[in-house]
């Protein structure tokens, strides 16, 4: 890695289209989760203009055979969420009361069911439960902030968190709920120690002035988030560079559930395997798995192990083990990444119903995740370190 360089992280606000989606996919989730436990959710969004589509396959085993819509009320959920955001005002297109609402949901697959559900079935190896599909996740942790994540991505999340909670507040009238943030920083040496150039792009109503929304953006949000210490007159603002953003959300963009999965996870510095979070219950090892990931890479920082670490795991549709973990600290070891890999698999069991079980993720928690990213947040289950001192003494097992 070079001595000197720049890198940069966006974040998205709750009324960014792709966002929309994600919050209506999660609050299925959720909703559905409420119901039954055991329930397996897959739901797509798609919000565009007027409509909302949603699309993809759910069970509840709490209700039998009965329709989705005899045990929830899949309209509410919707406007719930939408209302939630802060699409409400009379000249918005996109409005909590009268969106159109397409429901094309459909229940699991039998053939998807059999390979996760912990039992016998014709051509499956085992009797327990099975990841729900196969693919690759990873998980990244740095000793860069507080919340052991880089810094670039959680300057974007703070700046988009105090925009909406501005605009929440009603504060300024004039504050929509579309919104980016994008933050730009100098490392030497592995180490941030400027902030190059921070973009916001707002919405906002008709009648405000460009200079008005400039002064305020870089003055009350900018400055009051980023540390003093990292802003120079070298710095750049870039306020809402197209000089004009009143149409926004879904009314200007279509938005698609999974489609800031980079937003949700680390802003481009760790690797990404591909899967998104969004509308999928903890049998989709693209969710669980990539959460246990964030969890164990975590806990090898806050442990001392090393300042950085990925964890990249690997799984077959219906298979009860992983199929490879992999542990990088990018020679921040204190010891070598092997004997760490080991420790790890000593410590964290990654098979899919113990990772359930450890983060305890048969409960509706899934809207608070949705925004502002995944990871690096008070109150997670997989944000906890509680396993740190069991990790080093692993270590000390696998050097003797």
Not at 35 to 51: G, H, Q
Request: proline share 4%; hydrophobic share 40%; with cysteine.
């Amino acid at each position: 890695m070079a001595n000197s360089f720049v890198f940069s992280s966006e974040s998205v606000g709750e009324g960014h289209p792709d966002k929309v989606a994600d919050l209506i996919s999660d609050s299925v989730l959720d909703a559905c989760l409420s119901i039954d436990r055991r329930s397996r959710v897959a739901c797509e969004t798609l919000v565009k203009s007027n409509a909302v589509v949603l699309a993809g396959e759910i069970t509840i085993p709490a209700i039998g055979t009965k329709p989705i819509d005899q045990a929830i009320n899949i309209g509410a959920v919707v406007r719930d969420a939408i209302r939630d955001i802060g699409y409400v005002n009379d000249d918005d297109v996109f409005h909590a009361d009268r969106v159109f609402i397409h429901n094309l949901l459909t229940t699991q697959s039998p053939d998807i069911a059999q390979g996760v559900d912990a039992k016998a079935a014709d051509g499956k190896k085992t009797t327990e439960q099975g990841a729900g599909d196969q693919g690759l996740m990873f998980g990244y942790a740095c000793d860069e902030t507080k919340e052991l994540m880089p810094t670039p991505v959680m300057f974007a999340h703070r700046l988009g968190r105090e925009l909406t909670r501005i605009r929440k507040g009603g504060r300024v009238k004039w504050l929509r709920p579309d919104a980016k943030s994008q933050v730009s920083i100098r490392y030497d040496n592995g180490k941030p120690v400027e902030v190059v150039n921070v973009v916001i792009s707002t919405q906002h109503t008709e009648d405000v002035k460009h200079s008005v929304i400039e002064s305020f953006l870089i003055n009350q949000v900018i400055k009051k988030v980023i540390p003093a210490n990292l802003l120079n007159k070298r710095t750049e603002f870039l306020i809402n560079p197209t000089g004009r953003f009143v149409v926004g959300g879904p009314q200007g963009d279509s938005g698609l559930t999974g489609r800031k999965i980079i937003v949700d996870t680390y802003g481009g510095w760790g690797r990404h395997g591909g899967g998104a979070f969004s509308g999928k219950d903890p049998s989709k090892v693209d969710r669980s798995a990539a959460y246990m990931a964030r969890w164990v890479a975590k806990t090898i920082v806050a442990s001392g192990l090393a300042r950085i670490a990925e964890l990249q795991v690997a799984y077959a549709i219906g298979h009860p083990k992983p199929v490879s973990v992999f542990v990088d600290t990018f020679d921040t070891g204190k010891v070598s990444d092997e004997v760490i890999a080991k420790a790890v698999q000593d410590v964290f069991s990654f098979k899919p119903a113990d990772i359930i079980r450890q983060l305890d993720l048969l409960r509706p928690i899934y809207r608070q995740t949705t925004n502002y990213g995944h990871f690096g947040k008070d109150g997670l289950s997989w944000e906890q370190t509680t396993r740190a001192a069991a990790l080093r003494a692993a270590v000390k097992r696998h050097q003797g």
